[in-house]
């Protein structure tokens, strides 16, 4: 196993977004993450490709490495559908790992695009998730739900729950109690180095609530492995489109983190047009505790003090603007630095 300033190379996933470009090149950074030893490979979904006909894709052209789906909304699928797609898929995978990330995703892409009410939305999810954990369980569906009226009928395929994660997305306090009561793990975005806003102590207070233990934490860390200092322009880009343009839940997350100027002043850019000065107006500290970016090795630090911080799984999240050879780079680049 190797290891640098903290953490190891194992310790870090890497994922992709499904849409952002071409499947080949997908694959090609799937392999380079297994060749280099990472832990797991986790493909986003929202518009375009869905996300199991990737991992299918990479359960057959990969050997070693974990998958999973951060994330797949609820809406989109229901319970059995979900249950069905991950244990097929892990007939393919051998003997390993499928993180099933799962989310209610947003209002907008539900409504305008699914074109399915945005209802209930903290609800479904949880019967979603308890749903698949009695399937993987005891090979049958659960028979009672308010928003799934089930029968109890078998799943239909061998199941095995011991290769299956099942994590849940979104930062809100009902959320957290879903994850804490039903769920393997939390899978947030845009975690908190220095544990702004309070989740992880939330979790802890739902877990003892629930009367389990607090579920592992995998975070989708936005990164870029490069020359110290790295060009982290394209972080500013992404975090200022989270923050101004993706609805309202990730403007209220930075508020919570203490970012409350930071984030009126890039929604004001923003809503004016300005969108290059919205960017520049994404600041140092916004970024130095919300993303991984520098050298390898002070990557590799960087990832180290998420871990501390509660991360137990850091998920390097690599920006779409980037080609995909660069992406291959920095991930020999991240394994290189791990074996010194």
């Known amino acids: 196993m190797t290891r640098a300033a903290g953490t190891t190379v194992a310790d870090l996933d890497i994922a992709v977004g499904g849409r952002e470009r071409e499947r080949g090149e997908i694959v090609q950074i799937a392999r380079a993450a297994e060749e280099a030893g990472m832990g797991a490979f986790w493909v986003t979904e929202s518009i375009g490709r869905d996300a199991f006909s990737i991992l299918t894709e990479l359960a057959l052209t990969t050997r070693r490495i974990a998958l999973g789906t951060g994330i797949v909304n609820v809406f989109s699928r229901a319970p059995a559908t979900l249950a069905q797609a991950a244990a097929s898929l892990l007939e393919l995978m051998g003997p390993r790992t499928l993180n099933l990330g799962l989310g209610t995703s947003g209002r907008a892409l539900v409504e305008r695009y699914l074109g399915v009410p945005f209802q209930r939305a903290v609800t479904r999810l949880g019967e979603t998730v308890r749903a698949i954990d009695t399937a993987f369980t005891t090979g049958k569906l659960p028979a009672d739900g308010e928003v799934f009226s089930l029968a109890g009928y078998p799943l239909g395929i061998a199941a095995d729950r011991s290769r299956l994660r099942l994590y849940v997305a979104g930062h809100s306090r009902r959320t957290l109690d879903v994850t804490a009561a039903h769920a393997d793990g939390w899978l947030p975005i845009w975690p908190s180095r220095s544990g702004r806003g309070g989740h992880l102590q939330a979790l802890d207070l739902a877990a003892e609530a629930a009367g389990r233990r607090r579920p592992a934490v995998a ?89 501390r911080g509660g991360v137990d799984r850091p998920i390097l999240r690599l920006p779409g603007q980037l080609a995909a050879d660069d992406c291959v780079r920095m991930i020999a680049d991240v394994a290189a630095a791990g074996r010194h």
């Open 219 to 307: 975070g989708y860390i936005y990164g870029l492995v490069g020359g110290d200092p790295v060009d982290v322009a394209p972080l500013r880009a992404t975090l200022a489109w989270y923050v101004a343009a993706n609805g309202t839940a990730y403007r209220r997350l930075f508020d919570g983190y203490g970012f409350g100027a930071e984030t009126e002043r890039i929604c004001q850019l923003w809503d004016a047009g300005e969108r290059d000065r919205a960017r520049a107006a994404v600041t140092d500290e916004m970024l130095g505790d919300t993303t991984l970016h520098g050298s390898p090795a002070e990557v590799l630090r960087q990832a180290g003090a998420f871990r």
